[in-house]
C-alpha cells in the first residue's frame, strides 16, 4: 500500500505545518514585539536591511531637496557652447520658473528621482555597508582595524556599481528636468518617469537609456569617495570628542558633503550634459563622450564652467547627504 502511506505522510506533514504556523502566529499575537525582533534578525533581513535602509532614506533625502536639483540642472545646461551665455544664479532659476506660473515645476522629475535612489541608494548604501562588515570581520580576525584606505575603496566599488545600475533613471530625471528649457513645440511634455524610460526606449534606443554611464559612474565613484568614505572617517575621529552622538552624526555628514561635492562636481556637471543632448537633424550628438565633452567645454566656456553652481550643487549634495546618512543610521539603530 504505498500510495496509502504517502498519502498518510502528506497529510501528517500538513498537519505539522498548519500546527506550526498556528503556534508562530499565536506567539506573535501575544508578543508582537519579540515576533519582529526574531523576523528582523533572520538571515534573509540582516542581508537586506542594508539596502532597504538605504532605499528608504534616498527616497526620503530626494523629496526633500528635489527643487534644489531641479535649480541644479538648470544651471549646468545654461549657455551651452558659449562663454559669455547667460549667467543665471539659482535665485534667477526660481524667479523664471515661479514666473511661468508652474510652481510645481520646482518638483519636476520627482518620479524619476525617486526611482533613481529605490534603485541607486539602494544598492550604493547596500553595497557600502556589506563590504564594510566583510573589511571589518576581516581585520578583526587579522586583529587589526580597518582604515581610511578601506572605506575609500569600499565607497568607490558601491559607488561603481549603484550607478550603472541606476542609470537609466537618472537620464530620465535630466531629460524630464531640462524638457522645460526647450520651445514649447519641442519639448517631449513627459507625464512620468515610465513614459520618460518607454519613450526614449522606442525612439532613441533601449541603449540610450545608459548614455552618459561613463561620468555616471566616475561621478559616483568620487561622491561616494567623499561621501561615505569621509563620512566614516570623521564619525571615527570624532568618536573621542565631546560632541554628543547626534551632533558627531550632523559634523561627520557636512563634511563629507562638502568632499562629495568637490570631487563630484566636473563628472555631475558632464554628465547633466551628455544625458540631456540629442540628436540633431542629421543624426549627429553634440558631444562624442566624456573626453569630449570635457574638451568641448574647457576650449567653448572655461575650465571655471565645470564649477558653475557649486554653492546649489553643494547645498544639494550636503543636505541630501545628511538626510540619507542620518536616516539611514536612525533606521540601522531600530533595526538592530
Known amino acids: ?82 562663454k559669455t551665455g547667460p549667467k543665471p544664479t539659482p535665485v534667477s532659476v526660481v524667479k523664471d520658473i515661479l514666473a511661468s506660473g508652474k510652481a510645481r515645476d520646482l518638483y519636476t522629475g520627482l518620479s524619476a528621482g525617486l526611482l533613481r535612489q529605490a534603485v541607486y541608494t539602494t544598492a550604493r548604501l547596500g553595497f557600502f555597508d556589506t563590504f564594510m562588515k566583510t573589511l571589518s570581520a576581516s581585520a578583526e580576525s587579522k586583529g587589526t582595524k580597518i582604515g581610511f584606505k578601506e572605506r575609500a575603496g569600499a565607497g568607490l566599488a558601491a559607488g561603481g556599481l549603484a550607478a550603472m545600475v541606476g542609470n537609466p533613471a537618472d537620464l530620465a530625471l535630466i531629460r524630464m528636468q531640462s524638457d522645460g528649457l526647450k520651445p514649447a513645440a519641442q519639448r517631449e511634455n513627459y507625464k512620468s518617469v515610465i513614459d520618460a524610460l518607454v519613450r526614449i526606449s522606442k525612439n532613441e534606443g533601449i541603449t540610450r537609456l545608459w548614455a552618459g554611464c561613463y561620468p555616471t559612474v566616475v561621478r ?114 531600530i533595526t538592530k
Do not use: W
Open 220 to 333: 559616483a565613484m568620487a561622491l561616494n569617495f567623499g561621501q561615505l568614505a569621509f563620512f566614516s572617517e570623521a564619525k571615527n575621529q570624532l568618536k573621542t570628542s565631546s560632541l554628543s552622538p547626534r551632533t558627531q552624526t550632523l559634523t561627520a555628514s557636512a563634511v563629507a558633503g562638502f568632499f562629495a561635492s568637490f570631487f563630484s562636481l566636473p563628472f555631475d556637471f558632464v554628465k547633466t550634459r551628455l544625458q540631456k543632448q540629442t540628436k540633431r537633424p542629421d543624426g549627429s550628438l553634440p558631444y562624442r563622450g566624456m573626453l569630449d565633452c570635457f574638451k568641448k567645454v574647457a576650449k567653448d566656456e572655461g575650465l571655471l564652467r565645470f564649477y558653475r553652481g557649486f554653492g546649489t550643487y553643494y547645498v544639494r549634495i550636503a543636505p541630501h547627504a545628511m538626510i540619507t546618512l542620518i536616516v539611514a543610521d536612525y533606521l540601522g539603530f
Open 1 to 82: 500500500m504505498p500510495a496509502s502511506r504517502a498519502m498518510e505522510n502528506a497529510k501528517q506533514t500538513s498537519e505539522t505545518v498548519l500546527s506550526d504556523a498556528s503556534t508562530a502566529m499565536k506567539s506573535a499575537a501575544e508578543n508582537p514585539k519579540q515576533a519582529t525582533t526574531d523576523f528582523l534578525h533572520s538571515p534573509f533581513m540582516r542581508g537586506a536591511l542594508p539596502f532597504v535602509n538605504g532605499g528608504i532614506a534616498g527616497m526620503t533625502a530626494t523629496t526633500v531637496i528635489q527643487p534644489v536639483d531641479m535649480i541644479k540642472v538648470r544651471l549646468q545646461l545654461a549657455g551651452e557652447g558659449a
